[in-house]
Every structure is written in structure tokens, then in C-alpha cells.
């Protein structure tokens, strides 16, 4: 492995670390009505059910209607439930995992001795076609509170295709409770962090599924942000 190469890596996991996710800055980037309605609890449950329903569902639970969300942000299109690989909906949970050694020879941060703990999550997905466009909004859930962002930069970065330095600017200025915001990239990623009832963190990551294809730009920008924000208004 290049010395380069373990540069970035390095960077990557700097900026997914726990220890970093505590450290949240915000800007005027709008704001949710979110009445704090879901738990962790609520969240870990509703993904258990869905890994054991190996049939899926097509109906978004918590009462997340991209339909109507793109309405409220002034977005044309049909939003339809994507079953292509026959569920629309998909759930996945961690147990978490305690702080890990660094691979022999890895070059890490040196105010960082260990791969930082994971705390225990639990995540809801749902898929849209919107005029044939695939939309994903992803729920994730943590016991921690403000680390969700952090545990799911590997996703962001999918999504958004940012790099390093985006990702780090993503782990220092996250949306604070209540906020919406355009994650650094190509645009074709937002990002909510949601009240939560309880301990923990609630973050919703509202995306295009269209990795290595030409972004669909009547979804992409502040147009996704401000549905990602009428999206995350909605749970309950």
C-alpha cells in the first residue's frame, strides 16, 4: 500500500470516528418541525421486523411518503415504491463493536491510538422510482448521541461521492437537530438530523441511487434538500 494511499485512509477513518461525531457545527440550512415522535427503541424494532420479513414491503413505515414530500417542495414527479430487487423496503441492525487495533503497518492519526468504538444502530431503508429515477432515503438510528453521521460516512460518500476532504468537512459541519442540509459532492445527497425521542441520534440520508450515471438535476441540489427536509418533517 502506498504511503498515499494510507494517507487517505487514514483521513477516512479519522473522519468516521466516534470520537469526532460529538462536534457538530451548523449553518442556515433550513429546519425541521420534527416533534422528537421516534426512538431508538422504535427504530432498532421496526428493522428487526424487517430482516425477519424476508418477502419485504413496500409501504415506507414511520409515515415517510416521498409523493408527498416532493409536493411540498414544489418537485414534478410520481414517486412509486422501487421493488427491483423485490422489496422496496429493507432493515439492517449492529450490535456496535469496542475500540479496534489499527492494521500492522497503518499510518492513523496520532491523537487516535485505536479504530474508535461503534455504538449499537439499527437503520430503515426505502426505495422510490420518481419518474425513473431511484431515490433512497436511509433512517439510521444510534444509541449515541450526535454519532450517527460519523457511522454512516462510508454511505454518504456513495451517495454524494465526495471525497476525502468533503467527508471531513461533513464529519465537523453536520445538521444539528432539526436541520436539512445539501452534503458536499455532486449534489445528489441531503442530509436531516431528526429529534429523537430519548437518548441516541436520528439522521435520514434522502439520495439518487445512481452511482456511475449522470445525476437527474431536478433532484439533485437544493431541490433534494428541501424534499430530504419534507421528508424528515413527516415522521412520526
Not at 98 to 115: I, L, Y
Request: net charge neutral; glycine share 14%; charged share 20%.
Amino acid at each position: 500500500m502506498t504511503t498515499a494511499r494510507r494517507r487517505t485512509l487514514a483521513a477516512l477513518f479519522a473522519s468516521a470516528g466516534v470520537l469526532l461525531g460529538t462536534a457538530a457545527c451548523t449553518s442556515s440550512s433550513g429546519s425541521l418541525p420534527g416533534s422528537g415522535a421516534l426512538s431508538y427503541d422504535a427504530v432498532r424494532s421496526t428493522a428487526e421486523k424487517l430482516r425477519q420479513n424476508q418477502g419485504g414491503q413496500d409501504v415506507c413505515p414511520f409515515g415517510l411518503d416521498l409523493g408527498k414530500a416532493l409536493t411540498a417542495a414544489g418537485i414534478p414527479g410520481t414517486a412509486t415504491p422501487d421493488t427491483g430487487d423485490g422489496r422496496a423496503v429493507d432493515g439492517d441492525t449492529g450490535s456496535g463493536a469496542p475500540p479496534q487495533p489499527w492494521p500492522s503497518g497503518f499510518t492513523h492519526p496520532p491523537e487516535m491510538p485505536s479504530v474508535p468504538a461503534r455504538p449499537p444502530h439499527a437503520s430503515v431503508g426505502c426505495d422510490w422510482r420518481v419518474d425513473g429515477t431511484p431515490v433512497r432515503a436511509e433512517l439510521v438510528a444510534t444509541t449515541q448521541r450526535g454519532v450517527a453521521v460519523n457511522l454512516v460516512l462510508p454511505l454518504i460518500q456513495r451517495a454524494a461521492g465526495a471525497g476525502v476532504d468533503q467527508l471531513q468537512q461533513i464529519s465537523t459541519d453536520q445538521p444539528a437537530a432539526g436541520q436539512a442540509k445539501l452534503v458536499p459532492g455532486t449534489g445528489g445527497a441531503a442530509l436531516a438530523r431528526v429529534p429523537i425521542k430519548g437518548d441516541g441520534d436520528l439522521i435520514l440520508l434522502v439520495s439518487q441511487d445512481r452511482t456511475g450515471a449522470e445525476l437527474d438535476r431536478a433532484l439533485a441540489g437544493e431541490p433534494l434538500r428541501r424534499a430530504a427536509e419534507a421528508l424528515a418533517g413527516q415522521l412520526r
